[in-house]
């Protein structure tokens, strides 16, 4: 996993591939949750018919292949863990498996030596006289959180001095099934009031659904965030609860509750004070280790020039993420666990070897084909040899009302970039199968695959007319399984016979294609990396760019057999 410096003499200089030309036009698609699951009706890929896709499996067997995009294949700390965008992204570019997000804080917890480093000795300064406030999601799905390392921490800080404690609570269902906020809640108070029972003084403060509270993200609707401020900082909500289980319970009971969109809500004490604010003197820690959905709160709580929505108050607090969220930006400035350091990416290597790059999204993914592919780098290696383009996404409408959301308008900026010839890569994202996936709409995820579908076909066209070679996976599954199922791989039902939706990302291999009027007769997919997984991709997308990948690279996928 770890990395090595390039060598002495011209370290950035790539050699030449023996039997790949230089010069040809590589489109890389990514598209975002689409793995691939036996057809059945809650495999919305298969429902959606997707005919562009299809052609390609079909046409060129030696050219399409399935490889790992989640656990160990992604720096995960098992194959139990399902892969998100944000790490498939940095092994797509990265092409080395890094540890990534939950593992880094696993390591950390498991050695203590997370309560040793500069972050947890900042904070720490808070807990003579101070709260510490614990903000995020409530979850074992993951992706953003889990609910044991929270456990842990407040264990961990507890034992090293945290004598009144706060937890400010996200409820899930998007990653884990709807409703089990209630269970998470019940397991949470149970860890509290062993703490009360040694002498701490520890209670959750308040709360809300993850896409209605806080956990909005690439800023596209701060009023999330304002409310997760309202609750957290100022302990002013709409609801007032005695208790989060009271809460949870009491919010859900609607007939169009989900934990997803579960509204704000804050504890009170007998006298109906909140009782647990974020005041002057206070320490937090936002415990997420995914960085794209803390990032906004992050720079709430620690900027003090800030103008997206009207504070109120900001308190002087000690703030630390569980990860720094944004390299390139510096935040936050303090962080419990240090980020995987991801160096000489395929983006940097390509650039430093004179590859015209421009890579385009629309906004909730637009990260992911700039930020995350580069290694967690902010910004261009080479501006006069890169361009990258962003979309905006739709504000305040859900994904599941407008489906097909910016893929053709993604296709159409790619065309246009292919047909320009300005460029030697033309790097995309199209989000529909993750996005529209996660809302757990099956109609209108089926939709947004035949937008996808569409989408890919206009880039292929392109590619076509420039005699250039494709390049087409994905970063983790989702939409090609919408359905809770069994250990016998059956649905599951609720209690009125109803099929559960599955809403989270999945465990299943994604596809990879290649071809393109470009491409050299004699290349195909390797049959001796079975277990490949996204790390693979960059050597591979760099041997068609013509180069050889540097030895430390995971091998590539492809080799050139004469015909």
Known sequence: MATRPPAEGKPWELAAHPRLAKGTLVGVVVLDGWGEAPPDPFNCIHAAGTPTLDALKKAAPARWRLIKAHGTAVGLPTDDDMGNSEVGHNALGAGQIYAQGAKLVDLALASGKIYEGEGFKYIRQSFDDGTLHLIGLLSDGGVHSRFDQLQLLLKGASEHGAKRIRVHVLTDGRDVLDGSSVRFVEMLEEDLTRLRDKGVDARVASGGGRMYVTMDRYEND???????????????????????????????????????????????????????????????????????????????????????????????????????????????????????????????????????????????????????????????????????????????????????????????????????????????????????????????????????????????????????????????????????????????????????????????????????????????????LPNAGLANVAATVMNLHGFEAPEDYEPTLIEVVDK
């Not at 989270?504 to 290649?514: C, D, E, F, G």
């Open 222 to 528: 701060w009023q999330v965030v304002k409310r997760g401020w309202d609750a957290h900082v100022l302990g002013e909500a709409p609801h007032k609860f005695k208790n989060a289980l009271e809460a949870v319970k009491k919010l859900r009971e609607d007939p169009k509750a989900n934990d997803q969109y579960l509204p704000p809500f804050v504890i009170v004490d007998e006298s109906g004070k909140p009782v647990g604010p974020i005041q002057d003197g206070d320490a937090v820690v936002t415990f997420n280790f995914r960085a794209d959905r803390m990032v906004m709160l992050a720079k709430a709580l620690e900027y003090e020039n800030f103008d997206k929505f009207d504070r109120v108050r900001f308190p002087k607090i000690r703030y630390a993420g569980m990860l720094q969220y944004d390299g390139e930006l510096k935040l936050p400035s303090h962080y419990l666990v240090a980020p995987p350091e991801i160096e000489r990416t395929s983006g940097e290597y390509l650039a430093r070897n004179g590859v015209r790059t421009y890579a385009c999204s629309e906004t909730v993914k637009f990260g992911h084909v700039t930020f995350f592919w580069n290694g967690n780098r902010s910004g261009y290696f080479n501006p006069s040899l890169e361009k990258y383009e962003e979309i905006p996404s739709d504000i305040g409408i859900p994904f599941n009302v407008q489906p097909k959301m910016k893929a053709l308008e993604i296709a159409q900026k790619a065309r246009d970039a292919i047909l320009s010839r300005k460029f030697d890569q033309v790097r995309v994202n199209i989000a529909n199968g993750d996005m529209v996936g996660h809302t757990g709409d099956i109609e209108a995820t089926i939709v947004g695959c035949k937008a996808a579908d569409e989408a890919v076909k206009i880039i292929l066209d392109a590619i076509e007319q420039v005699g250039g070679i494709f390049v087409l996976t994905a970063d983790h599954g989702n939409a090609e399984d919408m359905a809770k199922r069994d250990k016998s791989g059956k649905p599951l039902r609720d209690k009125d016979g109803k099929v559960q939706t599955l809403t989270s990302h999945t465990l299943n291999p994604v596809p990879i294609a290649i071809g393109g009027p470009g491409l050299a007769p004699g290349v195909r997919f390797r049959t001796d």
